[in-house]
């Protein structure tokens, strides 16, 4: 019998990852072995990501890659997925006529059939997976992602989200506790929820504090010790929420994308929130939330950004001293409502900008890492460095999977075996990103 091999090549959010990950449990349910190198692979499948313009030129390297490597090779598949086929598929289908199959957002449970070539009713709507779906964890074993909901119901006036996947649609909690429950049966000790606007949860199903509920539901579970919120909407920050998180097991933790600070651009954006009532909202949660860390994200160079309202979202930053902050380059998306606004700033202005943002944060990011100097922290060990073996790596609860920063335990050549544990660290040093620190005996 011939061995079925498949490599799956993942890209963008933490939530195409699950996508991913359950496309390879129904892989490995139907008998496919999985190799990384795409080369040595039967069948090269490619999770794209469309969000914003870096995410595409991305995409259209891979697929260009894998269509190199099928020239090599004409017994070779290649699946395209994801969201940036589910906005450009009839351009790439013309673009890329050597790819096999196309697999937008709504059909990720019917990989198998595509892959084999079996006939599959499309769905009309994007795939939201289940306690029940196969799921084969990527991450490393101590923690793991868990989607909540899929789609968004917002209309921030530069996302394209909406446009590919649809009005927000929540999991039933039941089936979200079912998942913990499995994921702590894996030992896996931190799950991260994540979601469009984690904070909307419920709302499309009649709830009034969803995610408050969800959270009391969470908090119970045997063995998951930490539970991170991911991908907060400001507005839908309820006081009831707030009082769930001083719960142990919730990590005081919150991402809330503000994307700017000036009124007239949040109003363009089409958003709620900006700087002054944010900055009241900031206190709030650290009044309320003892030693709350809070991330953001921004937008730079959005349409009618001028040197004015830049200064603005400067000074933002700095007043409201992140504990961790992301940039992103104004991205023109066909068919949101900013489209006709154009893209009037220069793309080497708007780099300028993101740098300039970032160089602000780097200072407060490492004045803010000076506080644990000598502090004996919580820390789960996800493995070792990669250049190093005998360097330990992990995180804190104030550390999000990915897009933080992390704890270096050097020379621990002999600790091996708390890989995938929390362990207490005594922090000795920092820089503005990462930690460093010995495990306490």
């Known amino acids: 019998m011939n061995m079925k091999t498949a490599s799956l090549i993942s890209y963008g959010c933490a939530k195409n990852l699950i996508d991913s990950e359950v496309m390879l449990g129904y892989l490995n349910e139907a008998g496919y072995v999985f190799v990384s190198d795409p080369e040595e692979a039967d069948t090269i499948i490619i999770n794209t990501c469309g969000f914003i313009k870096p995410a595409k030129e991305e995409a259209l390297e891979a697929l260009q890659n894998a269509v190199s490597l099928k020239k090599k090779d004409k ?9 940036f086929i589910e906005r450009y598929k009839d351009s790439l289908e013309k673009k890329f006529p050597q790819i096999d199959i196309w697999l937008g957002v709504n059909d990720f449970d019917k990989i198998v059939q595509a892959v084999e070539g079996k006939s599959y009713k499309k769905s009309k709507q994007c795939f939201l997976y289940s306690h029940t779906s196969p799921r084969r964890l990527s991450t490393p074993p101590g923690w793991a992602y868990l989607k909540i909901s899929e789609g968004c119901s917002h209309e921030c006036s530069f996302c394209s989200i909406p446009l590919i996947k649809g009005p927000y649609r929540s999991r039933p909690a039941s089936s979200i506790v079912k998942e913990a429950q499995y994921l702590a049966s894996r030992k896996v000790r931190e799950i991260n929820l994540v979601s469009q606007d984690t904070t909307y949860y419920g709302k499309d199903r009649g709830l009034k504090d969803g995610l408050p509920l969800l959270l009391g539901k969470l908090v119970k579970i045997k063995g998951i010790e930490w539970i991170r919120i991911l991908y907060g909407y400001p507005e839908e920050i309820s006081d009831s929420l707030i009082e769930v998180m001083k719960e142990g097991k919730i990590c005081p933790y919150l991402d809330i994308p503000f994307q700017h600070s000036h009124p007239a651009i949040i109003k363009e954006m089409k958003r709620g929130m ?27 160079g959005f349409p009618g950004e001028g040197k004015k309202e830049f200064e603005d979202l400067k000074k933002f930053v700095q007043e409201a001293k992140f504990d961790h902050l992301g940039v992103f380059v104004y991205s023109l998306e066909e068919g949101t409502s900013s489209f006709p606004s154009g893209d009037p700033l ?16 780097a200072g407060i990011s490492y004045q803010n890492n000076l506080k ?3 502090k004996q922290m919580d820390v789960l060990i996800e493995g070792t460095l990669k250049e190093d073996p005998k360097v330990l790596v992990g995180r804190t609860r104030f550390q999000a999977p990915e897009v933080d920063g992390v704890v270096f335990i050097p020379y621990a050549e002999k600790l091996s075996n708390v890989v995938n544990t929390i362990q207490k660290v005594e922090i000795n040093d920092c820089d503005a990103y990462d930690l460093y620190g010995r495990i306490v005996p």
């Open 346 to 361: 220069e793309e080497k202005e708007k780099i300028s900008r993101k740098n300039k943002v970032m160089d602000i944060q």
């Open 274 to 300: 900006d700087g002054q009532r944010a900055l009241k909202l900031i206190q709030k949660l650290r009044n309320r939330v003892p030693d709350i860390v809070i991330r953001t994200s921004l937008v730079v």
């Open 75 to 83: 017994r070779k598949k290649i699946v395209a997925a994801g969201c």
């Open 372 to 374: 644990y100097l000598n």
